[in-house]
Structure formats: C-alpha cells, structure tokens
C-alpha cells in the first residue's frame, strides 16, 4: 500500500499583469497547497514557472499575508490594525457609505483598481458593476498599454495582430521597448527558434537591458525619442525604393501624405534627436523591408513619453510599408487581448453608469485626493484592491497627502499592508489565485485559462468577487448581476457561441485548463495578408480623419468617451519628450539627467517585494548611471546616492556602467517605499502628465539628478 497521501491536482492561470499568463498546476494535499507548476502540455508555458512564481504555494502561506478584516486602530500610515468580523467590516463600510452619499452625493465615492488580478472575475473590472450600480466616480485606469492601444486601434483597428508562436517564422524580429527576458520571459524561446532558423534579433532599447545583451543588434535611442527614430526609418524606407507599394496601394490609407511628412526627418536631423547613427537608421529600413517575413514586438515602455502615442502610430505603419503583413510571422504584436470574446458590458455593467458621471483617471489620485484637481463634491470615499498606487503611481507623495487626509474613509482589499494599504482605516483580506474561481484572458498570447480554486482561503481571505457580493447586499442591491458565484460570472462573461471559441464549452477547460482560441494556429496565422483590417477603412490607417483621443476599453467603459476626446494629429509623427535638456532648458539646468525606470526581473510590479528571499535574488534599490556621470559627481560602484526633483526623491545603491548612455539613469520599479533606504521609490519622481494618446503614464519623461549621500 502507498502511504503516500494523496495528491489532488487543479487547473491554474497566473493571476500578475504579465503578457505570459500562464498555465499551472495546483498540487495539494489535505487542503493545503503544496506545488504550482507550470503546465508541461502548454505551448508557451511549457512547464516552468518564472523566478517570482517558482515558490508560489509558499506565497500563500507568507506569514506576513492579512488574513481577517482590520480596522485601523492608530494615525493614517502608521500600519496599527485590530481584527474586526466581516459582519463588522461590511456594516462599517456600507453605513459609512450611505452616510457619504446622503451629504455628498455617491461620486464622492471612488473606486481604484488595477490589474494586480488579471482575472475576467477577480480583476481589473471585479468592481465596476457594483460601484456603477452605487453611482460612484468612473475610474479610468490607464497605468499600462492604454496609449498604445487608443494607436493601435486608430492604425489597425482591434486585431490580435501576429500571434506570438508565429514568431518561429520570422526572419527579423524587432523587440521595441520591451526587456522580453525579465518581462514576457515565455516568449523568448520562439525568439530563440526563429534564430536558430536564420533570424536576425533587433532590439530597440535605452538601456542595454538584459534583453538587449542577447539581440543580434542593440540600437539605443535617447529616451522618448523612438518617434524621431521610427520617422527616419519610413522616410528612409520611402527614398531608398523599400515600399512594398502593390501592398500599399490595395491596403493602406494615406501613404502619400505620410510620405510627404517624413519628409522632415532627414537622417542628420534623426541623428541629432535619436542619437542613433544616420546609417543605422538606414540600415534598419532596409533590413526590416528585405529580411521577410519581419515583425515588431511592442513593449509598453513605447507609450511612456509625452508623445508616446504618436510614437506608435509611427511604428505600426512600417510593417504595412514593408509589405509584412503577407507571410505568416510577419507584422507587428501589440496586445492579443483584442481578440478575446470577452463580454465586457456584462463585466463592466456601462448601462449601471448614470448620464453625466464625472471620471477620474487613475493616474491622478494625488490631485484628485489633494484637492489640486477642482471636485465637486471631493473623494470622500476610496476603495482601492488589485493595485498599489503609492509604490505603482506617478507622484507618489501627493498621494500619501492624500490619503493622510483625516476626513478620506479608506478601504482596501489586500494581500498584504502594502505602502498603500497602510493608510487605509479598513483592509479586506483577499484571496489569492489558489484560493478562489477565475477564467484568465490574456495580453500576451491566444490562449483563454481556466483558475480553478485549490485550496480553502487561508484565515478569513474573500475572493473581491465575493466581498462585492457582500457589500451589495449590504447596500440592498438585490440585481443578479451580484448574485452569481465566481464560476457562474466567468461562464457567463465568455462569449461562448463567438468564433474564437470554436464551439468549446466550460467542459474542455474542466478537461484541459486552456484553449488556443480560433484565430488561426501558429503556423498558419495570417490575420492581414490581404488587408481585412478591422478599421473603418479596413485598410491600415496611416492618415485617420477627424482623429479624435480615447481611452479604449476595457481601461475605461463608456463607451461615447471613444468619440469624445479631443482633436489628434492626422497623420503619425514625432512630440519630443516634454522634460529633456533639449526641451526644457530651465529644468534640466537643476535635473539634467533623464530616469527610466522599467520593470524589475525579480519582482512583478511591487509583488513580491516584500519577500526578503526575493529582495535577495534581485538587490536593493540600484541607480545604473554612465561612468561620465558617475565621476562628475563623485560616485562610486556601490555608493548609495539619493535621486531627486521638485516632485520627491529616493535612495538607491549606485551601479556605475557601460550599460546606461550618458545622460541617462535607470532605476528599476517595485521596490516598497517603507523598505528602501528612505523613504520613497521610483515614483516618488514622476510626473503624472499624460502621453499623447490614451491618457497613458510618461515614466520614461522625467528629469532628476544625482547626488552621493555622505
Ligand atoms: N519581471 C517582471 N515582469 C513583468 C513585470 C514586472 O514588474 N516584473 N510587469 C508586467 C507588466 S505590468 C508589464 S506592462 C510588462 C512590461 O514589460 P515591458 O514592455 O518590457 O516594459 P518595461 O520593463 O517597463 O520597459 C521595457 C524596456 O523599455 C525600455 N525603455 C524605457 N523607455 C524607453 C524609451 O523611451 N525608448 C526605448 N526604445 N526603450 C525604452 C526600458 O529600458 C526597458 O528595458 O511586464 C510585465 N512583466
Ligand atoms: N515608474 C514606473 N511606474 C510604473 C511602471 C513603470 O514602468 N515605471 N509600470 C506601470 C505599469 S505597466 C503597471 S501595469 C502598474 C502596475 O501597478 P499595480 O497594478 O499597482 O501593480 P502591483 O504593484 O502588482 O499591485 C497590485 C496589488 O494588488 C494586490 N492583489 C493581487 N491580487 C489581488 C486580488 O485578487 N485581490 C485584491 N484585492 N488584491 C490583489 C497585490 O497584493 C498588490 O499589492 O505600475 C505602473 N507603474
Ligand atoms: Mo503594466
């Protein structure tokens, strides 16, 4: 007999905000988990998990994890709780609630969210129903993606684009602001394949990231200007015959005026702006329209400037010039989320919304907490869950000034006391992925992935799903929308008869735990070969009349926002970046160097950066900066340095490198404010102005300097 005991298995889907959504096992046993792995049969995921997630069942056991409801019991921030019952919890919020909307009015009330849960159930979108029902503020959340996707949508409409294993067949991949290693690890051995089979790598980067050290070509652009660059490149492609013209002319609209705008951007005027060798520009063009097929990979870091969505625009014509759309593995990959039969109005509940409800875009808490954004009536109530704004958020000491704010009723939904968790007066427990019911989309391959629940919740952890179930009933909302179990709501936001779903049902991921959607395999994808493109026009839209600005959903769910925007540019272009030493002399004479501050390999957004073994594995807060300006400030490998502008500063240990061009630092995102050194983090920084496009972040846009601390 085998004493063993016996070892239950479940379907997972990674719950991080990471193009790889991947395919887990759950392996328990007598109710407690004992492995995730990752799934051995699926075609990305093959198997292994990525450094955060290799010990994910110790995650949930994490001492530190709150695990029944607290009510704050000292000053804001000062991170003193005593246990209350959910009874309690729920009768406090929701009488607190009805006694805001009675003097107030409900958009004194303001939901916050991310996609610290990527779930169809548990996400982004978990609240919207429940908080449109109750009349709040809308909260537009464009932390990430939205700039590119409001480009996207206007030049190629709401397509998958290529399908990330399609890559094998290319012949020229272009990683554009993208650090694929650390950030769509997944993705990189069908990079590796398409090498194996005679592709040249190209990476596009303002570092030499990780990534970078392994492509073929690392091109280094100043930061924010990739427009200039990609400008250069179309009017290279023009001059020097490399327009596919028969594709073009069938597909494309406004090529002759895109032409005549590229125009300006001589390669000598490329240069000077990019930095990057007239030649190489040059080069690029030629290699990109003869090495067929050849495509772009997008990162988000794209979109981080002021003129971030012109920017795309600009990168999104030069397959369509290079006639790659034809072949399989040719074209450009953005976001497959585009093609994800995913039923948002039954998510997002836009019919709850009542006419004339302001918005707030998440972005701005601090103005709009601090009072420097004119509300009437001002955030009387806030409810924050899937996100940390005070480590993730542009300016992040206006919002812990707001969130100080003695009058501010603050609730979240939480792992752990984060830094933003720590001003709140009352903290939820939530579940984590093998302890609640999920359907996982994606934003970085084709596959739909089924999270089933593992274990019972550790303590008294709710999954948001559920504890919005309790708070409507606490506000009387007696709708079914809030009466649905979390399996229930996932089967019921699938749009099952869709064509993607190919007729498969709950059954197969019961059965299998993902689906490929029906958009075409990996070897015979070919969504653009003859336009078909899913715009007004159906053809590529380099010229888009009467352009007009908007956040694109699922990042904001009315839908007449997407007509509403103000006037945009015709025609792609270059904005250079509002904070360079070229642009804004004044401020550069006090902060003359440009932070960068992309994505840390050890730790997903600020997850996991409170797990000692974790800080181990990716290091303490670190400024990389060039040996030029290391030694004009007297700053050695290893010392700490203070990094600072009007808006705030923080402290890291500096890395004097040839990695970093001159001018540049790079300080990577995550690390929790209350560990580091002192008191702040790479947001303490940066600026919340908007991009061009989409109302998205400029991380990459923002001036500092750098000084030793003695
Ligand atoms: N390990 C890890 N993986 C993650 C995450 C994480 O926190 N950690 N976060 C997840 C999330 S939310 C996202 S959105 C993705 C994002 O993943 P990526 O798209 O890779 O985004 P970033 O890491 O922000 O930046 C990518 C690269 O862009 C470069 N860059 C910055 N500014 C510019 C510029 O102006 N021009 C050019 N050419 N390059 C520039 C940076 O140096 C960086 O190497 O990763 C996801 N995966
Ligand atoms: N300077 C700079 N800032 C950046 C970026 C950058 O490149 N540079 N990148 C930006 C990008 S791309 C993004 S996407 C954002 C990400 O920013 P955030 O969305 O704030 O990401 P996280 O730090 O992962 O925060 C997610 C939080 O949700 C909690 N959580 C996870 N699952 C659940 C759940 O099921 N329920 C509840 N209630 N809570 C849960 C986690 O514990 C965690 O505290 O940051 C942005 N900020
Ligand atoms: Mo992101």
């Known amino acids: 007999?085998?004493?063993?005991?016996?070892?239950?298995?479940?379907?997972?889907?990674?719950?991080?905000?990471?193009?790889?959504?991947?395919?887990?096992?759950?392996?328990?046993?007598?109710?407690?988990?004992?492995?995730?792995?990752?799934?051995?049969?699926?075609?990305?995921?093959?198997?292994t998990l990525c450094v955060k997630l290799k010990d994910y069942h110790d995650h949930h056991y994490n001492p530190d994890r709150v695990l029944?409801?607290?009510?704050?019991?000292?000053?804001?921030?000062?991170?003193?709780?005593?246990?209350?019952?959910?009874?309690?919890?729920?009768?406090?919020?929701?009488?607190?609630?009805?006694?805001?909307?009675?003097?107030?009015?409900?958009?004194?009330?303001?939901?916050?969210?991310?996609?610290?849960?990527?779930?169809?159930?548990?996400?982004?979108?978990?609240?919207?129903?429940?908080?449109?029902?109750?009349?709040?503020?809308?909260?537009?959340?464009?932390?990430?993606?939205?700039?590119?996707?409001?480009?996207?949508?206007?030049?190629v409409g709401p397509t998958g684009g290529v399908d990330p294993e399609s890559f094998v067949h290319s012949k020229y991949i272009v990683i554009w602001a993208c650090n694929s290693i650390s950030t769509n690890l997944h993705h990189w051995p069908f990079v590796l394949e398409a090498r194996k089979r005679g592709a040249k790598i190209v990476v596009i980067d303002a570092y030499r990231s990780r990534t970078a050290k392994q492509a073929d070509w690392h091109i280094m652009p100043k930061p924010g200007t990739d427009g200039a660059f990609a400008m250069g490149v179309i009017a290279a492609m023009v001059d020097n015959g490399l327009v596919d013209r028969e594709w073009v002319d069938a597909h494309t609209v406004g090529f002759e005026e895109l032409a005549e705008r590229a125009k300006q951007f001589t390669p000598a005027y490329v240069e000077r702006v990019t930095g990057v060798p007239a030649a190489d520009v040059a080069?690029?063009?030629?290699?990109?329209?003869?090495?067929?097929?050849?495509?772009?990979?997008?990162?988000?870091?794209?979109?981080?400037?002021?003129?971030g969505g012109q920017t795309i625009r600009a990168v999104c014509a030069i397959p369509a010039l290079a006639g790659s759309w034809r072949r399989v593995g040719g074209g450009l990959l953005q976001m497959p989320l585009w093609e994800f039969p995913v039923d948002w109005q039954r998510v997002s509940r836009p019919d709850f919304i009542r006419p004339g409800t302001r918005v707030v875009n998440n972005l701005q808490l601090g103005q709009a907490l601090t009072g420097e954004m004119k509300l009437d009536p001002p955030i009387m109530g806030l409810y924050v869950y899937n996100t940390n704004p005070v480590s993730q958020a542009p300016q992040t000491n206006k919002i812990v000034k707001g969130l100080s704010r003695e009058d501010l009723f603050f609730v979240t939904a939480e792992h752990f006391v984060t830094d933003t968790a720590a001003y709140?007066?009352?903290?939820?427990?939530?579940?984590?992925?093998?302890?609640?019911?999920?359907?996982?989309?994606?934003?970085?391959?084709?596959?739909?992935?089924?999270?089933?629940?593992?274990?019972?919740?550790?303590?008294?952890?709710?999954?948001n799903a559920e504890i919005f179930r309790l708070l409507a009933a606490g506000m009387g909302y007696d709708h079914h929308q809030f009466k649905m179990g979390d399996m229930e709501l996932a089967e019921h936001y699938v749009k099952w008869d869709a064509p993607q779903m190919a007729g498969v049902g709950m059954e197969h991921f019961r059965k299998h735990g993902y689906f490929h959607l029906a958009v075409g395999t990996p070897d015979d994808r070919l969504p653009h070969?003859?336009?078909?493109?899913?715009?007004?026009?159906?053809?590529?839209?380099?010229?888009?009349?009467?352009?007009?600005?908007?956040?694109?959903?699922?990042?904001?769910?009315?839908?007449?926002?997407?007509?509403?925007?103000?006037?945009?540019?015709?025609?792609?272009?270059?904005?250079?970046?509002?904070?360079?030493?070229?642009?804004?002399?004044?401020?550069?004479?006090?902060?003359?160097?440009?932070?960068?501050?992309?994505?840390?390999?050890?730790?997903?957004?600020?997850?996991?950066?409170?797990?000692?073994?974790?800080?181990?594995?990716?290091?303490?807060?670190?400024?990389?900066?060039?040996?030029?300006?290391?030694?004009?400030?007297s700053i050695r490998e290893g010392d700490?340095?203070?990094?600072?502008?009007?808006?705030?500063?923080?402290?890291?240990?500096?890395?004097?490198?040839?990695?970093?061009?001159?001018?540049?630092?790079?300080?990577?995102?995550?690390?929790?404010?209350?560990?580091?050194?002192?008191?702040?983090?790479?947001?303490s920084i940066s600026s919340d102005a908007f991009c061009s496009l989409g109302r998205a972040p400029t991380f990459s846009d923002n001036l500092v300097q750098v000084t030793r601390v003695n």
């Open 283 to 307: 080069r690029f063009a030629h290699d990109f329209a003869k090495a067929q097929p050849s495509v772009i990979r997008m990162g988000v870091a794209l979109e981080r400037h002021a003129g």
């Open 529 to 633: 070969a003859n336009g078909n493109f899913p715009t007004p026009s159906g053809k590529v839209e380099f010229m888009v009349k009467d352009a007009k600005n908007f956040v694109a959903p699922p990042f904001r769910m009315m839908y007449e926002a997407m007509q509403s925007g103000e006037d945009v540019d015709p025609l792609p272009g270059y904005v250079p970046p509002r904070e360079s030493p070229e642009s804004d002399a004044a401020r550069a004479a006090n902060y003359p160097l440009n932070i960068i501050s992309p994505k840390s390999h050890g730790f997903l957004n600020s997850c996991y950066a409170n797990e000692p073994h974790k800080i181990k594995g990716q290091g303490e807060q670190f400024v990389m900066l060039s040996p030029k300006d290391a030694q004009a400030r």
């Open 1 to 47: 007999m085998n004493d063993q005991p016996a070892r239950e298995t479940f379907f997972g889907g990674c719950p991080h905000d990471c193009p790889d959504t991947c395919a887990m096992i759950y392996e328990v046993e007598d109710g407690k988990l004992v492995e995730v792995r990752g799934n051995k049969d699926h075609p990305m995921t093959r198997g």
């Open 68 to 155: 029944y409801p607290l009510r704050r019991s000292g000053p804001k921030g000062s991170r003193q709780f005593t246990r209350i019952s959910w009874d309690e919890a729920i009768a406090e919020i929701t009488s607190r609630w009805k006694d805001i909307i009675a003097e107030y009015g409900s958009q004194a009330i303001m939901p916050y969210s991310y996609l610290g849960n990527e779930g169809l159930v548990q996400g982004l979108t978990a609240g919207d129903a429940f908080f449109n029902k109750l009349g709040s503020t809308v909260n537009e959340k464009t932390f990430c993606a939205s700039g590119s996707s409001t480009a996207w949508l206007l030049t």
């Open 424 to 463: 709140a007066d009352i903290v939820l427990p939530a579940t984590m992925a093998g302890e609640h019911d999920d359907m996982m989309f994606s934003w970085g391959h084709f596959y739909l992935t089924i999270n089933e629940k593992a274990i019972p919740p550790c303590g008294e952890a709710k999954s």
């Open 640 to 683: 700490p340095v203070r990094v600072f502008n009007d808006r705030g500063d923080f402290e890291g240990f500096a890395r004097v490198t040839d990695d970093v061009q001159e001018g540049v630092i790079v300080a990577t995102l995550g690390y929790w404010r209350s560990l580091n050194r002192s008191d702040g983090s790479v947001n």
